[in-house]
């Protein structure tokens, strides 16, 4: 058994994780977990798989990724000449079809834009037409006369001029000014920034606090979560590998990192705004930096 297997391997029973879970989390084969351990290579397909599949199991396990491979490149250099030849294929594909989309979307604004540019011009003219007409073409209302100033046709005599008094001496009632409604509070936002070394990077602000709700699904998912602070420390919160239909909340007053087992399970909430992690069973790191006003 090589050192590095026997690390592994510590780590894992440390951590009272079977071979079993440890083959649903990263949805590796057994055998090649055990070939791991064992530090018997020649079993696995291939020197890019064996790298990927070291690098999920120490995820799943809680060590640093980098500094495991770091000791396999150490004992096990790979050839110079070896390249993921189906994943450059798969991301040749991937631009194709990002450009065709793109394309499509472009056309389709365009079109967009057209339509609201002849409606905009037929509302145009119609508004002026009809504010264009004059106001003297428009039939005047005959006004009544008052009756305060006409005459009793029968007995030719004017109506007491106390009635006009009284009502010239009423009060108009004075309105009073409606008071303005308050401002709104800004609302949580919960923003994209990057991807840097494996680790998506969200921005909240309108917040003093995180809010993480999360819910597993389908499968068992390990998940590790940290406090962050201002000076990129890390304190762990939580550990644990959770089943299928598990929920969990945490409330953090500053920023988090997520080291998740598989992303694929994980329905991941912050703030009350749905957070995706993935699609793949494969191993997800979340960093959520909270941005205080």
């Known amino acids: 058994m090589s050192d590095l297997g026997n690390i592994l391997r510590k780590a894992r029973i440390d951590r009272k994780i079977s071979l079993d879970d440890l083959q649903d989390v990263t949805k590796i084969r057994k055998r090649y977990l055990e070939a791991i351990e064992e530090g018997n290579y020649k079993v696995l397909p291939g ?16 060590l640093d990724p980098t500094e495991v491979l770091s000791m396999y490149q150490t004992t096990n250099p790979s050839p110079v000449s070896e390249q993921p030849v189906v994943e ?12 065709e989309k793109m394309s499509r979307w472009a056309s389709s604004l365009m079109f967009v834009c057209f339509i609201l ?6 509302y145009y003219y119609t508004y002026k037409n009809y504010k264009g007409t004059p106001a003297e073409g428009k039939p ?9 100033d006409s005459t009793n046709p029968s007995t030719g005599t004017k109506p007491n001029s106390n009635v006009n008094a009284s009502s010239e001496n009423k009060t108009v009632p004075i309105a009073t000014p409606t ?18 070394k494996g680790v998506d990077n969200y921005t909240i602000s309108g917040t003093s606090k995180l809010d ?8 068992q998912c390990w998940i590790r979560v940290d406090a962050l602070s201002d000076g990129n420390g890390k304190e762990m919160l939580r550990q ?24 694929s399970a994980l329905e991941l909430t912050v ?3 749905v957070v995706p992690v993935g699609d793949t069973p494969n191993p997800k790191r979340v960093q959520l930096n909270l941005q205080k006003n």
Not at 48 to 62: L, N, T
Not at 140 to 148: E, H, L, M, V, Y
Not at 179 to 196: C, G, I, L
Not at 212 to 219: A, E, F, R, T, V
């Open 240 to 263: 644990k590998l959770y089943k299928s239909g598990d929920t969990d909340t945490l409330e953090i007053m500053g920023s988090a990192y997520l080291n998740v087992g598989a992303a």
């Open 179 to 196: 008071p303005s409604p308050s401002p709104t509070p800004a609302a949580v936002q919960v923003k994209f920034n990057s991807n840097e």
């Open 47 to 62: 020197s890019f798989y064996v790298r990927a599949f070291i690098k999920s199991y120490a995820e799943a396990v809680g």
């Open 117 to 122: 540019l002849i409606f905009g011009i037929v």
């Open 88 to 99: 450059t294929i798969r991301h040749k594909r991937t631009s194709v079809r990002n450009a």
């Open 212 to 219: 993480i709700q999360m819910k597993i699904s389908g499968s």
């Open 271 to 273: 703030n009350g705004t």
């Open 140 to 148: 005047s209302q005959t006004q009544s006369p008052r009756i305060t």
